[in-house]
Nanobody, 127 residues
C-alpha cells in the first residue's frame, strides 16, 4: 500500500527557511516521479518541483521557486525533501507530496502522472 506522509511545515518570516519531508512507504522513491505541489486559497494547484532518479534522472523547478527551493531524496530513508530558502509571503500555501509511476522521465512533467498524494503540510510566510 502506497503511503506518503509530509512534515516540516510551519510559520516563518520572509527570508526564512523550512525543510519539508515526505516519508514514503509501499514503493521506492527513486523509481517514481516524486513531486512537490502547493495550493494557496483561491488559487490553482502548482507543481513547484519534481524529481526522478531512475533512468534519465532529472529535476524540475517552477520559475517561481527556482534558485530558492531544492528537491532531494534519501534512498536509505525512502524520503523526499524540499529545502525552501529565502521564503516569500507568496510561498504561503498547503504543500503536498505526490508520486506516480512513469516509464519515461518526461512523464513527470504531466500532473496526471501523480496518482498518490500525501495529506499536505501548511507553510505560512509572513512579511
Amino acid at each position: 500500500q502506497v503511503k506518503l506522509v509530509e512534515s516540516g511545515g510551519g510559520s516563518v518570516q520572509a527570508g526564512g527557511a523550512l525543510r519539508l519531508s515526505c516519508a514514503a512507504s509501499g514503493f521506492t522513491v527513486g523509481t517514481y516521479c516524486m513531486g512537490w505541489f502547493r495550493q494557496a486559497p483561491g488559487k490553482e494547484r502548482e507543481r513547484v518541483a519534481h524529481l526522478i532518479t531512475s533512468g534519465d534522472s532529472l529535476q524540475y523547478y517552477a520559475d517561481s521557486v527556482k534558485g530558492r527551493f531544492t528537491v532531494s531524496q534519501d534512498n536509505a530513508k525512502n524520503t523526499l525533501f524540499l529545502q525552501m530558502n529565502d521564503l516569500k509571503p507568496e510561498d504561503t500555501a498547503m504543500y503536498y507530496c505526490a508520486a506516480g509511476g512513469a516509464y519515461l522521465s518526461s512523464l513527470c512533467y504531466r500532473d496526471t502522472t501523480y496518482n498518490f498524494w500525501g495529506q499536505g503540510t501548511q507553510v505560512t510566510v509572513s512579511s
